[in-house]
């Protein structure tokens, strides 16, 4: 399975931006879509790991803490940039809080053996990828780029798109799991509407057990 961190969405920005991708997809049809059920603020991809060490990633998680924070979606953009996207995303911007959440997750997994990040914390949304292998977009790089040429098009006539503000309380430890070519994500553990994740937490931002 295929372990990440992440700050979920509220439904009503969740909604908004689904509304959004169906308005888009037709526009770059070649493209591999994000379901709007799955979209998440990716704090650390940890990447595959066995079961038997879920639990000890979750304690340890348990043990970051931080104060709750504003997060505002709006705009868009792709990496690695418009001439040759490989993704498109929505923006998500803070005060700086969730850049320090992200570092927070990233020291207290180093303890485990879990390599650090080696680039700077980039908070985005993704909502599509381009379809290919890695090896594939590498000998097709220009054509890659055309993938969301008629959506770039599209947007480029219209005002920046806004989605909503919500305050990140809590964060997740979430798995996902391949069958086949298919993913399936599932919360895991750390999405109890009861309890939290430290009995003395006195902040009001904590991940959830």
Known sequence: MRLFVAVDLDEDIRARIARFMDGSCGFAPDARWVRPESLHVTLKFIGERQEEEFERIKNT?????????????????????????????????SDGSLDSLAALVDSSLARLGIPKEEHAFNAHLTLARSAGSRAARKDKEKSTGRT????????????????????AREFFLAASFRRGV?????????RSPSGTCNSNVTNDFDCRG
């Open 61 to 93: 998680l348990e043990t970051v803490k931080a104060a709750a924070f504003d997060l505002n979606f709006r705009g868009c953009g792709y990496f690695p940039n418009a001439r040759g996207a490989r993704v498109f995303w929505i923006g998500v911007e």
């Open 148 to 167: 969301f040429q008629h959506l770039q098009e599209k947007l480029a006539a219209l005002s920046v798109p806004e989605f909503g503000k919500t305050t």
């Open 182 to 190: 298919q993913s399936t994500q599932s919360w895991r553990g750390l």
